[in-house]
């Protein structure tokens, strides 16, 4: 029988390890998970409202489905930048942003979320979506103070996450059980995402809650707390 805590399951797989699994998953991601998570994501960019001439960071752009929205959004005055650990996703978003001929205001990069090579206050609005929930209990603070170095002091964080809640429901448990024994085929799991949030010094405006599979998914805005 899964067990509950109140705590956050632990991630236990190294970084290199994701990377190569989502090489390997990048050409099938949209058909394998893209299609179920994307009206989640959307809820999130509807949250975020992207506007003329801003500029923006994706981190975890995946395929870059939410990347094409954003530059869209942003137009031809605004810029958009995304990074991303898998250099296979990298690939299949670069050809994703050309395709769409927006390849002028898009900077797509392989990297770590948790080291952003940008300077600091540079982006009106930072976005992530089931993203947040892959880094490790320890690493998720470091990751938001990142996205709070990164952004105008004006500036805002949507996050789109897999959520735990004080009470734990049996969806959860068996999913935390599942991450716990085969973390790379489930490798999200449910994590405190406003309370991650607002510990890391963001004041939430709106959290979104929301069902997939009988799992908690939430899509939070934020500003930096003044
Ligand atoms: C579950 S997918 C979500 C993709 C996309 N945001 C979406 O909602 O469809 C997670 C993405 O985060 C990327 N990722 C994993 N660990 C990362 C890290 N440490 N830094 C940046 N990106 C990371 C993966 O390569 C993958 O593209």
Request: proline share 3%; aromatic share 8%; charged share 25%.
């Amino acid at each position: 029988m899964p067990h509950s805590s109140g705590q956050m399951s632990r991630v236990t797989r190294t970084k290199e390890t994701a990377k190569v699994s989502y090489d390997r998953m990048s050409r099938w991601y949209d058909l394998l998970a893209g299609t179920s998570e994307w009206k989640f994501v959307k809820v999130g960019l509807d949250l975020l409202r992207a506007d003329e001439g801003e500029s923006i960071l994706e981190i975890g752009y995946g395929t870059g489905k939410a990347i094409l929205a954003l530059a869209n959004a942003v137009g031809d005055g605004g810029r958009v930048y995304g990074i991303d650990l898998s250099e296979g996703m990298h690939q299949i978003a670069s050809e994703r942003v050309k395709a769409a001929g927006l390849s002028d205001r898009v900077e797509l990069r392989c990297g770590d979320g948790a080291k952003l090579p940008y300077e600091d206050h540079r982006f009106n609005a930072v976005f992530t979506s089931f993203t947040l929930e892959l880094f490790d209990t320890l690493e998720i603070p470091i990751v938001l103070l990142e996205c709070m170095r990164v952004l105008r002091h004006d500036g805002r964080l949507v996050v789109v996450s897999m959520a735990k809640k004080d009470v734990t429901g049996f969806a959860v448990r068996l999913y935390e059980w599942a991450h716990e024994r085969i973390p790379n085929y489930v490798d999200c799991r449910p994590i405190f995402v406003s309370q991650s949030m607002s510990d890391a010094g963001f004041d939430i405006v709106e959290c979104i809650e929301m069902k997939m599979w009988g799992l908690p998914v939430d899509a939070v805005r934020s500003r930096i707390r003044p």
